[in-house]
């Protein structure tokens, strides 16, 4: 019996090459402003149009700043990528979602509230957390710039079919305890490099329980533990978020649609490449220490005595980049910056979950906070629910949407030194910012730093 994954990939290839990849058929191609210039650039070349122009959504996220947006962008080499998006999308007759749009905002979080994203989709884009949209049920994965020309032009693309693994989780989530906390867990079990060549289908009774913001979270770390992508079979949760949004069947096809979706799971008898298994109960709030997402420990543990994973001398190199020391404990640790959003943790949710920790407290007063929501309809539902009032009371502001400081692309840097809880997505040295100290948390545990100014386990304050 074949897998989700095989059901899903095996209905779109085209064609198998001779000894070579399979000629896979895309349903779904996004841009952004950093990874298409030069695919746009190789189809003008060849004198190419856009072979199903209405199957490709392009929105600037990296580069946007995430204030002043209705003034012209500072950075010069940001305003050329944004401006050249807009050009090449109409110049190709493509939909974009331009800044201040209130359709625009992070790819990775527009594509899924918009229900452009669906069950049993292909799903590409040239950036590596695409494996989001995994989360809908659709197998999802990043392509490089060369790709990105290539679904253009023809609406397929060239690829081997990784091997498929299913990692399941059982049992409740303990208190405070949320599915980013879930996926460095599993990153520190089997390493940034675990999943590499493998495609994961998540399953068990902890991931069934998740909302779908939290399994867009779990998928969208996929990538860190070296997977090409991750995705979530769809149930009842996934048909009611995607129920009634703007590109979502309607009507006669929405009853169509569900009726197949439903068929969309891993047979009983399904045998999976790689299985692993593990237990919600052994999870707690976490925290990293090092410079990838892998180097991780629970919120109450010290950092290891020796390397967990990788060599001697990474590990003592990131401690040292870090400024940490092995066997030491993160809490209490000074913090001097707090970044909520990225496409891992820029939805409703984790709002929600950021506004129920600072509420009635007040910001640490030498902590730099910046609150991104991932879109325009994230700000809006914050404002509606009032998050908004609960987050300025305690002396926070909410800034305009856009990828902000996961990858200093724009304004939002971490300036050199300083030490950064951030709720996004990758720790690398210099990721947030040259010189910038990176701790991976959750929104709970951000909220808990932010407003006692030194990692704080979040159980405490809820």
């Not at 010290?302 to 092995?326: D, H, R, T, W």
Request: hydrophobic letters at 40%.
């Amino acid at each position: 019996m074949n897998t989700l994954f095989d059901k899903i990939w095996d209905k779109h290839v085209v064609q198998q090459v001779e000894d070579g990849p399979q000629q896979l058929y895309i349903d779904r191609l996004y841009c952004h402003e950093v990874t298409s210039p030069q695919a746009f650039d190789g189809m003008r070349a060849r004198g190419l149009k856009c072979f199903r122009p209405q199957q490709i959504y392009c929105m600037p996220d990296h580069n946007t700043p995430t204030h002043d947006q209705d003034k012209p962008i500072a950075d010069p080499v940001s305003k050329a990528q944004v401006d050249a998006l807009a050009k090449n999308a109409a110049e190709f007759g493509l939909t974009h979602y331009g800044m201040m749009s209130k359709d625009n905002g992070i790819i990775h979080v527009v594509g899924p509230e918009k229900g452009l994203s669906l069950p049993g989709m292909t799903i590409v884009c040239g950036d590596s957390h695409t494996s989001t949209h995994g989360a809908m049920g659709a197998v999802a994965f990043g392509i490089g710039t060369s790709e990105v020309e290539m679904v253009m032009a023809s609406q397929c693309i060239l690829q081997q079919k990784p091997k498929s693994m299913r990692i399941t989780i059982n049992g409740a989530l303990g208190k405070g305890v949320t599915p980013k906390d879930v996926a460095l867990y599993l990153m520190a079990q089997i390493t940034t490099s675990g999943a590499t060549g493998y495609f994961i289908e998540y399953a068990g009774s902890t991931v069934k329980a998740m909302s779908m913001e939290g399994r867009l979270t779990l998928c969208n770390l996929s990538i860190e533990m070296g997977a090409r992508g991750g995705f979530i079979a769809p149930d009842d949760t996934t048909f009611a978020y995607l129920k009634g949004r703007q590109y979502a069947p309607k009507g006669e096809a929405w009853d169509k649609a569900v009726a197949y979706w439903k068929t969309l799971q891993s047979g009983d008898d399904a045998v999976f490449d790689k299985e692993l298994t593990f237990d919600a109960a052994d999870i707690e709030p976490r925290v990293t220490y090092g410079t990838n997402p892998g180097m991780g420990i629970g919120i109450t543990e010290n950092i290891p005595s020796v390397p967990s994973q990788g060599g001697e001398a990474g590990f003592v190199k990131a401690l040292n980049y870090m400024g940490f020391e092995a066997g030491q404990k993160l809490l209490g640790t000074k913090v001097d910056y707090v970044f909520l959003g990225a496409c891992t943790n820029g939805r409703i949710e984790d709002f929600r979950a950021f506004a129920s920790i600072v509420k009635g407290r007040q910001k640490a007063a030498d902590v730099v906070a910046w609150l991104v929501p991932g879109s325009w309809a994230v700000d809006k539902q914050i404002r509606e629910e009032g998050l908004d009032k609960v987050l300025e009371a305690a002396g926070f502001e909410i800034r305009q949407p856009g990828c902000s400081a996961c990858l200093a692309m724009n304004d939002d840097k971490v300036p050199a030194g300083k030490l950064a809880v951030s709720t996004s997505n990758r720790n690398f040295e210099g990721r947030q910012g040259p010189g910038a100290r990176t701790v991976l948390a959750s929104p709970l545990t951000a909220a808990a730093a932010a407003i006692t100014g030194v990692i704080t386990d979040p159980r405490e304050l809820l």
